[in-house]
């Protein structure tokens, strides 16, 4: 982010380049009823976004579509469309590199295209932003909501949050630039969130002023030499120590591994002050707590209002950040918990993965209820795995209907 | 609350990043001392201390500060001459003070020249050869110094300061951040206030700097 000297001055579209903070947290909002993918637009609009770089696949094509509208308004200053998802993201490094704030979205197989990509973009400590609107990536293909590709993501040394509204969505893309333009983090962020739940319902999102955009990003306060021409990328490329076989080579590549990591772990302070903690809880002194994330997390309200009627009262926590991942904050939403349910969109249930991972008696955690494939996850299937944890009888839902 | 503290070494065959140990990064108008966040006012006089302390008390000006790239950087880099004139004059005749840059960030092969320069690779080279016990990075881009800082943490005995520009670094034993002209000269005062009130380590390490 660009130092204080052009605060308070106007971009070449007329919007005011304004302090981030007093944006954020003191301008005036207005209400809106947009989709997702409506909301990536608008939040982009007020980025002061460099480069834009788009690929075709659903859910995420109609946000990129926007972005060109964008473009075509002069929000954005260059906007292409890549060969392939793999040629985005090689794309998306070079302006990266070359000191523009980048921005990218992708999906599903797309991301898992683009794969190799990741790790070096943390590695090269380039802070793109690129929105995850995540569906299944196996065979037989599906377009439909399923968050297995964020598994994926968790150990490439980006940041990653996983939105659950359409809010999140929009503050949380432009706070990601700040967090991730840090010094002392500047690693790239993947927002994920769930794939036409979010992108293609509409919601009431609170927009910031379309006259105001964050401050321009500043290549020079980069942790590596920015890429102009008295610095080319020759000049780093050239004999890479990876290409060579002996201890100091090797050390020298665990030791830059570990500063990706490092600067994860650096990220917490910056991500705690931005989107107020990493995770939010609600009535986390209940016998049983809701634990996940995206929209799971929504299904698992309906479920804790549909048993606040019955009398059995449920807490929840919202994870908001993956990476960093909050496993003290867990640790402590969860210390009185005699059953933690842990709903999710994939089948193999990496979120209570995590979660068993950094709690006391993981015994605890009961990972289900799971779907995929694009399935919903009525919140009546959370209900029963409740009361079957619980020891209450329930009717089977797989019984509906028949 | 971390029980990890950024210490001398030689730490360990590949030492842990102190920020994955729970380190944290001072706030603006802070420091770190091994980790711990002080005033800042309090590392200015344990650098200093450091500083007067060790028998090759040694600064390494990074390419942020070597190459006149912009005015800032070019006055940076008269205030580190100023820093290194001050501590000539203010060690005894048994200490060395040195200036050895690191020009830019490339592994070398075969190997770099010791005597002139320091490489973010094996930036322990430098400190062997030299029997450096005490440094100071100052304009070596964040990333670079956290590599060479956690390297140096990992097989030498040397005591690490890094004076950075931005957030400041944990991996580093002792830390300034928001580097300035002013907070350099003000190091600078701080060495000449305790002039001959320091007495010179005597601490020999058989795998450190200080063979």
Redesign the interface.
Same mark, same amino acid.
């Given at each position: 982010m660009a130092t204080n000297s052009v605060i308070g001055t106007k971009n070449k579209k007329g919007q005011v380049i304004t302090d981030a903070r007093q944006m954020m947290f003191e301008a005036p909002r207005t209400p809106s009823f947009y989709t997702g993918s409506e909301v990536i637009k608008e939040a982009i609009r007020r980025a002061n976004v460099d480069v834009m770089i788009a690929y075709p696949i659903t859910p995420q094509s109609e946000a990129a579509a926007l972005i060109g509208e964008l473009f075509a308004e002069g929000y954005v200053k260059e906007y292409f469309r890549g060969e392939s998802e793999f040629a985005v993201m090689s794309e998306c490094a070079g302006a990266a590199f070359g000191g523009a704030r980048v921005f990218t979205t992708t999906a599903g197989p797309g991301t898992m295209r683009a794969m190799e990509n990741f790790p070096m973009w943390s590695g090269a400590?380039l802070p793109i932003q690129m929105i995850v609107t995540c569906r299944g990536i196996n065979s037989p293909l599906s377009i439909q909501p399923d968050t297995l590709e964020i598994a994926y993501l968790l150990n490439t040394g980006m940041l990653v949050w996983h939105a659950e509204t359409a809010q999140d969505f929009y503050d949380w893309i432009l706070k990601g630039y700040i967090v991730s333009e840090?010094?002392?983090v500047?690693l790239p962020l993947a927002l994920c969130c769930d794939g036409f739940f979010v992108t293609h319902t509409k919601d009431m999102v609170n927009l910031t002023p379309a006259d105001m955009c964050l401050p321009p990003y500043d290549p020079y306060?980069? !942790?590596? !030499?920015c890429m102009d021409m008295?610095c080319p990328p020759v000049?780093?490329m050239?004999? !890479?120590?990876v290409m060579?076989s002996n201890y100091?080579?090797y050390?020298?590549h665990?030791?830059?591994q570990?500063?990706v990591?490092?600067?994860v772990?650096?990220s917490r302070?910056h991500t705690i002050a931005w989107i107020d903690g990493l995770i939010e809880t609600e009535n986390t002194d209940a016998d049983v707590l809701i634990v996940s994330s995206g929209t799971a997390v929504s299904q698992g309200r309906e479920a804790i209002r549909l048993l606040a009627d019955e009398g059995i009262r449920v807490g929840l926590v919202k994870i908001k950040s993956l990476r960093p991942w909050p496993w003290q904050e867990i640790r402590e939403a969860t210390k009185n918990a005699k059953h933690i349910i842990v709903p999710e969109f994939n089948v193999v249930g990496w979120m209570a993965r995590e979660i068993k991972a950094s709690i006391p008696d993981s015994d605890r955690v009961v990972s289900g209820p799971r779907v995929g494939g694009g399935m919903t996850m009525p919140p009546e299937i959370i209900v029963s795995e409740i009361k079957n944890a619980l020891g209450i009888r329930n009717a089977a839902m797989a019984g509906r209907g028949s | 609350m971390t029980q990890y503290k950024v210490l001398p070494g030689p730490e360990h065959f590949?030492p842990?990043?102190?920020?994955?140990m729970g380190i944290?990064?001072p706030n603006p108008g802070e420091g770190h001392i091994n980790g711990v966040i002080v005033p800042e006012e309090q590392a200015y006089e344990e650098a200093a201390r450091q500083f007067l302390m060790a028998k090759v008390p040694t600064i390494f000006p990074g390419?942020l500060v070597l190459?006149a790239?912009n005015e800032k950087a070019a006055k940076k880099a008269t205030a580190i001459r100023h820093l290194y004139e001050t501590l000539k004059e203010c060690v005894t005749p048994q200490q060395r003070a040195m200036l050895i840059p690191m020009p +830019?960030?490339?592994?070398?092969?075969p190997k770099i020249n010791p005597e002139v320069e320091i490489n973010?690779?094996?930036p322990n080279l430098t400190i062997w050869h030299n029997k450096i016990d005490c440094c100071m990075f100052v304009g070596v881009?964040?990333? $670079?110094a956290?590599?060479s800082l956690?390297?140096i943490r990992?097989g030498t005995s040397c005591y690490t300061i890094a004076m950075c520009a $931005?957030?400041?670094h944990? +991996?580093a034993m002792l830390s300034f951040r928001d580097a300035s002209v002013e907070k350099i000269m003000k190091l600078a005062e701080w060495v000449r206030k305790l002039k001959g009130t320091v007495k010179v380590s005597q601490v020999v390490s058989k795998s450190g700097a200080s063979n």
């Open positions: 400590r840090e010094p002392d500047h306060r980069s !942790p590596v !030499p008295e000049r780093m050239r004999d !890479p120590f060579k100091i080579s050390a020298t665990a030791s830059w570990q500063e990591w490092a600067a772990e650096r302070k | 590949l842990p990043a102190a920020a994955s944290r990064l390419p190459w790239w +830019d960030y490339r592994p070398k092969y973010p690779n094996h881009h964040c990333h $670079q956290n590599l956690k390297i990992g $931005q957030a400041g944990e +991996d």
